[in-house]
């Protein structure tokens, strides 16, 4: 991939994570405030609006030409061969409350997820960045990263429950140990370094942006990540599609969960 298309993509998130951390210490309480609606028809917060128009901004003055997908505002065509897919806030809810897990989400491909070249993840409480390009490998700030070889007898997993949650769901929470961490790119991520041994969304309830980044970097971990249906997960980049996830160390224990 063009390093200038990759230095764009990181600038765009360092950007974004620097506004956040601002906005932080300076207007957290309005955080969670709705200001709209997106493009997907969920409302808008105060912060992702701020992280959105921070990246549209790098965008508009760029002389590279990327277009983008981002939550609130859509599809815009800046005239480029690829698209950034960008998730500005993954984890709104914890960051308006507090809870130092969220991040910013960028991939960048041209139609689908099955085309993405780069995925950056970053941990904005924390700095921690993750990256991958395909066929190079994934790496959490400098180092290279894999999943768990062999997961250990009890797993540790993070299932998505509550309103959103399913009978499977609900059967799984009952193995192992399980987290339910709020930012579905962060713990695909860990996954990715072997911090979990599979993430779990029963419902089709994940968008491109979410989890566009995350994938890459799941699969050039050495993971995989598919759907309920044991399908390899793939969709266009359309903010009106959504799916399941399961993403884990191996097919094995996919088709465990599964089961």
Do not use: W
Not at 45 to 66: M, N, Q, R
Not at 68 to 81: A, P
Not at 84 to 109: E, K
Not at 211 to 227: D, M
Request: charged letters at 25%; proline letters at 3%; aromatic letters at 8%.
């Amino acid at each position: 991939m063009d390093e200038k298309v990759k230095h764009l993509a990181h600038q765009i998130v360092d950007k974004i994570a620097r506004a956040v951390l601002k906005e932080s210490k300076n207007n957290f309480y309005n955080f969670g405030k709705t200001v709209g609606i997106g493009a997907d028809g969920t409302p808008t917060s105060y912060i992702d609006k701020v992280a959105e128009d921070t990246g549209i901004k790098i965008l508009t003055k760029s002389p590279i030409k990327v277009n983008l997908l981002s939550e609130e505002i859509g599809f815009i065509d800046f005239g480029g061969s690829y698209t950034f897919v960008l998730d500005p806030v993954d984890g709104t809810r914890n960051a308006s409350r507090g809870i130092p897990f969220y991040g910013v989400s960028l991939a960048v491909g041209t139609s689908r997820i099955s085309d993405v070249e780069y995925g950056i993840v970053k941990n904005i409480p924390t700095g921690d960045l993750f990256t991958a390009e395909t066929h190079h490998g994934a790496f959490l700030n400098t180092t290279p990263i894999r999943v768990c070889e062999m997961p250990p007898k009890d797993i540790l997993s993070s299932i998505t429950l509550g309103k959103s949650s399913t009978k499977k769901a609900h059967t799984l929470a009952k193995q192992g140990y399980v987290r339910s961490l709020g930012s579905a790119s962060l713990e695909m991520c860990m996954v990715a370094i072997g911090a979990l041994d599979y993430y779990f969304v029963g419902k089709d309830l994940m968008r491109v942006i979410d989890i566009a980044a995350s994938t890459l970097i799941v699969r050039e971990a050495g993971g995989f990540v598919k759907t309920v249906e044991n399908k390899d997960l793939d969709m266009a980049f359309d903010l009106g599609e959504r799916t399941s996830v399961v993403a884990a160390c191996s097919e094995a224990v996919i088709k465990e969960i599964l089961s």
